[in-house]
């Protein structure tokens, strides 16, 4: 599933009150190894289950902050799209 609201993180981008008190290697070197050449947490898409690849999980996942709820990092695939919402 990709996220088409997705922008790349970027240093300029951020409030530079937010990066005070951090060396500019901890900033860049962030844990993550990279996914396609990524190597931020969210790279923008991710693996989903077969029955959530249409257009209702499309739909729930464009959801205020669903993405950021759910998301699972490649290799991990996220299962919680339909399992979520039937608890509901």
């Known amino acids: 599933m ?3 609201w997705w922008k790349p993180e970027s240093l300029e981008t951020r409030d530079p009150e937010e990066l005070e008190g951090y060396e500019l290697e901890e900033l860049v070197d962030n844990g993550y190894g990279p996914v396609e050449g990524c190597a931020v ?3 923008g898409w991710m693996k989903v289950a077969f029955c959530d690849a249409g257009l209702l999980g499309f739909i729930r996942m464009g ?3 669903e993405w950021k709820r759910l998301y ?3 290799s991990g695939i996220c299962y919680h799209i339909s399992a979520f919402y039937s608890r509901r």
């Open 41 to 43: 947490k969210d790279i």
């Open 2 to 4: 990709l996220n088409g």
């Open 63 to 65: 959801e205020q902050e």
């Open 72 to 74: 699972e990092r490649p």
